[in-house]
């Protein structure tokens, strides 16, 4: 089993940055993803981000490419997503996931399906 922990989320203004860190313990021996995931009230969860534990191949959706970057330390049981001019339309909570295979094409990485572990959230709000 893998536990994951969010941390750093909070309220700030649109235009803020914000970084969120996940870190990963238990039986974290063997490759898989990490990735971000966030859900606004009333929607879906939605795909942020996803780093695989070898290698720096990187996934982004769309609606932050440019803004956030995620990104690891060394064996990426810690991974970050610093998010740079947040909008309001950021407002959700964020997810940590990992999982069991290392994935090097979007689709695979952006599905949700793909990570067998997640952590509780952390709530992030933008204001505007």
């Known amino acids: 089993q893998v536990q994951l922990a969010e941390s750093g989320g909070g309220l700030v203004q649109a235009g803020d940055s914000l970084r969120l860190s996940c870190t990963a313990s238990g039986r974290t021996i063997g490759g898989g993803n990490m990735a971000w995931f966030r859900q606004a009230p009333g929607k879906e969860r939605e795909f942020v981000a996803s780093?695989?534990?070898?290698?720096?191949?990187?996934y982004y959706a769309d609606s932050v490419k440019g803004r956030f970057t995620i990104s690891g330390d060394g064996a990426k049981n810690t991974v970050f997503l610093q998010m740079n001019s947040l909008k309001p339309e950021d407002t959700a909570v964020y997810y940590c996931?990992?999982?069991?295979?290392?994935?090097?094409?979007?689709?695979?990485?952006?599905?949700?399906?793909?990570?067998?572990?997640w952590g509780q959230g952390t709530q992030v709000t933008v204001s505007s």
């Open positions: 996931a990992r999982s069991r295979t290392i994935y090097l094409n979007a689709p695979l990485a952006s599905r949700d399906q793909s990570y067998a572990y």
């Open positions: 780093i695989p534990t070898y290698g720096e191949a990187t």
